[in-house]
């Protein structure tokens, strides 16, 4: 089984249709399935936007949020000076997408909605299946295994 993580960075307000169509339209793009991922994960500051929340719901999975010193320590192929000076780490959906993951399958990508500026980035990543969502939470050993 594959589990996918999808990293997303929205500007405040950003819509959950927004937020949705490029999730969609990144993991079709890239030949993975909306049912392979098991979770949306973005800054902190970000889980109870509405757009990230509104998307997760109808992904239905949930949102985690990592602080901008958690994201900061994560190498990505693309850093961003301008998101470095807003939020404090030169990534968010790259960076978040790969903080409990192990591969990062799609780079960055920014929404393009007709009319106006996009406001809205994901990347997709790959956790081994072995790998437990937490790692606060112990996986426990079955006997006789």
Excluded: F, W
């Amino acid at each position: 089984m594959v589990l996918l993580v999808v990293g997303v960075g929205a500007g405040r307000g950003a819509p959950a249709g927004e937020v949705l169509e490029l999730v969609s339209s990144v993991l079709h793009e890239a030949g993975l399935s909306p049912c392979d991922v098991v979770e949306l994960a973005t800054l902190d500051s970000k889980t109870e936007e509405p757009g990230i929340v509104g998307a997760a719901a109808r992904l239905g999975v949930p949102v985690r949020g990592y602080s901008a010193q958690e994201l900061a320590a994560v190498a990505v192929p693309n850093p961003s000076g301008a998101v470095l000076a807003a939020v404090g780490s030169a990534s968010v959906a790259e960076a978040a997408a790969l903080v409990r993951a192990d591969e990062l399958l799609v780079t960055k990508r920014k929404s393009n909605p007709a009319g106006r500026v996009g406001r809205v980035t994901c990347a997709v990543a790959r956790r081994a299946s072995h790998a437990h969502p937490d790692p606060t939470v112990a996986s426990s050993a079955v006997p006789g295994t």
